[in-house]
């Protein structure tokens, strides 16, 4: 009898724990999230809008987001990296046309479309984001809105 409960518990734990506050994830979802990154742990969804699913996961050693629509369709995938790890054409444009600036924080940003280098800057009180291209064409500047300038800062950092 014992033995059941105990059953009967963990059963509880692990169905509001796949629930996620009450959002059920599609099966969809996670069946294209599972075939896209098999080597995944730790995985936890959240909703981000009305047609589109976030997965927070670690793998190798990193911790990733990646968004899916309703439907499965992956649509990006970010992940945080090291300045050192920043190409040197990408590096070249931060130095001339943003000359002064520090790097706050620095991610990857994968699409269909392919890879942006993704960047929160910042100069006295001036916070921008920065995306550019991997042979350092910026697609887009603009000023940081506050709530990313709360969440700007990078544990991964590194002085280089």
């Given at each position: 009898?014992?033995n059941?409960?105990?059953?009967?518990?963990?059963?509880?734990?692990s169905?509001?724990?796949c629930?996620?506050e009450?959002?059920?994830?599609?099966a969809?979802?996670t069946?294209?999230?599972?075939?896209k990154?098999?080597?995944?742990?730790?995985v936890s969804?959240?909703r981000?809008n009305?047609?589109?699913w976030e997965?927070?996961?670690?793998m190798?050693?990193?911790e990733?987001?990646?968004?899916?629509?309703?439907n499965?369709?992956w649509?990006?995938?970010?992940?945080?990296?090291k300045?050192?790890?920043?190409?040197?054409p990408?590096k070249?444009?931060?130095?001339?046309?943003?000359?002064?600036y520090?790097?706050?924080?620095?991610?990857?940003?994968?699409?269909g479309?392919g890879?942006?280098?993704?960047?929160?800057?910042?100069?006295?009180?001036?916070d921008?984001e920065v995306a550019?291209?991997?042979?350092?064409?910026?697609l887009?500047k603009e000023?940081?809105?506050?709530?990313?300038?709360?969440n700007?800062?990078n544990?991964?950092?590194d002085?280089d």
């Amino acid at each position: 009898m014992k033995n059941l409960f105990l059953i009967a518990i963990i059963a509880i734990f692990s169905l509001s724990a796949c629930a996620q506050e009450g959002k059920e994830v599609p099966a969809k979802v996670t069946s294209a999230f599972s075939q896209k990154f098999p080597d995944a742990k730790k995985v936890s969804w959240d909703r981000e809008n009305s047609h589109e699913w976030e997965a927070v996961f670690k793998m190798n050693g990193k911790e990733y987001s990646a968004n899916f629509d309703n439907n499965g369709k992956w649509m990006e995938t970010e992940y945080v990296i090291k300045k050192s790890m920043i190409p040197a054409p990408v590096k070249a444009t931060l130095d001339k046309e943003f000359a002064g600036y520090d790097i706050e924080e620095a991610e990857i940003s994968e699409t269909g479309d392919g890879k942006v280098f993704e960047f929160q800057i910042e100069k006295g009180d001036k916070d921008m984001e920065v995306a550019i291209t991997p042979n350092g064409k910026v697609l887009k500047k603009e000023e940081a809105k506050d709530e990313d300038r709360e969440n700007g800062e990078n544990d991964e950092d590194d002085e280089d």
